[in-house]
C-alpha cells in the first residue's frame, strides 16, 4: 500500500507487487478486506500476548504444501499498534488513476490475508497493470516459492 501511494506522489519507472490491496479493511463501498472490528480486536490483544497475535496472524499466511519460511517480526506494541491503525484507515481506492507507472501484480489465490479480488480491482483500475495470479498460492508467494519468482521477475 504505502509503495502504491508513493507511486501516486512520485515518477516511477515500474513497480512490482505481492499480495497488493488499495484498501485492507472492508467497509461499505469496498468488499475485498478484513472487518475493522478484526482489527480492533487485534489492537486489544497485542499487550497481553503480542507473539501469539503475531503466530495467528502469520497463520492466515501460507496454505497446506507451502513452505513456512521464518519472518523478521516487529517487536515494539507502539509500533504494532501504529501498523493495525494504518490497515484500519488507509485507502487509495480514490486515487488509483494517479499512479502512472506500470505495474506488474503477483497473488495467490489462495490468500486468506488478502483477497484475490484485491489484486483484481487493482489490475482493472490502473492505467498500466499486469496481474499474475498463482492457483497454490497463499499471501507470500515470494517468501514461499522463491525460485518461481525470481523466474517470474524475470519475464519481459
Known sequence: ?????????MELGGLVLVAATPQFARDSTW??????RVLVRMASLLEPDPA?????FESHMFVPGE????????????????GL?????????????????????????????????????????LPHADLTVWEDAGHAPHLTRPERFRAWLDQT
Not at 52 to 56: G, I, N, V
Request: net charge negative.
Open 1 to 9: 500500500m504505502r509503495a502504491l501511494e508513493l507511486a501516486t506522489r
Open 31 to 36: 468488499r475485498h478486506g478484513w472487518s475493522p
Open 52 to 56: 501469539a497475535l503475531l503466530d495467528d
Open 67 to 82: 513452505g513456512r519460511p521464518e519472518i523478521p517480526r516487529e517487536r515494539d506494541i507502539p509500533t504494532l499498534r501504529e
Open 85 to 125: 491503525r494504518y490497515l484500519e484507515t488507509f485507502s487509495l481506492l480514490d486515487r488509483l488513476d494517479e499512479v502512472r507507472c506500470p505495474v506488474r501484480l503477483l497473488h495467490g489465490a489462495l490468500d486468506r490475508v488478502v483477497p484475490v479480488g484485491a489484486a483484481e480491482h487493482l489490475a482493472a483500475s
